[in-house]
């Protein structure tokens, strides 16, 4: 049995790793693909939702259905690379208990609990959740924070991160720690992307725009895909038992 589950994992590593594509024009190119039922989980958090519809902008647009709408594309193009995807919400709702449930934690704690015991009851490999800036007019640009006591988490920030500076006018901010309650309650690699700033002109009307949503949620899973790569280079993949 043990030899089983050694050479399932040693299979399942091998498979994971980058497939080597040399094109018509000579040059290498890399291409990530989890194979089907390789177990790679990944929780996708549209933040806020129900009774918490997030920042606002003057016209009632709100957080929570931006972040939906992001997390929705990325769910679709990580499930077509092969990763099992499970996301935390995809209506307009939220996990807040009745008071008597809560045992004195307060709403927001409740909410983010059960989203976090969701990504753990999945054995996932990785946490992002999706969010939107507000700030002074003039601020702009996503930024992505990750626990400072978890290099695998500041690895999948940095690699999300990365990918957003190929957004067009996205300025190349770095990933940054932050002792974020979700951050310190998540036991996988985890990440708060806040896509952008509701209360700067230009990217208010990009975050509202289904193509720029789209591009943002292909930069998001380009990233992810990157971090899937350097765990596999650096030898120490994460994947869960079967279930
Ligand atoms: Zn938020």
Redesign the pocket.
Known sequence: MHVFLALRRKIVAEVFLLALFVTALGTVTVVFSAPPGSCINIVIDP??GGEDP??LDREGHE?EDI?LAVALYLADYLKAQGFNVILTRRYDTDYVLPKPFRKGKTKKRCDLDRRIALAVRHYASAYISL???TGRPSSRGAESYYHPKSLDSKILAESIQQELWSLPGMPKKKARPANYYLLSRTPMASVIV?MGYLTNPVERRNLLNPAYQKQLAQALSRGIVLYCQRKALRNVPTFCPAF
């Open positions: 933040g806020h997030g920042a957080e972040n969010h939107v800036n806040e």
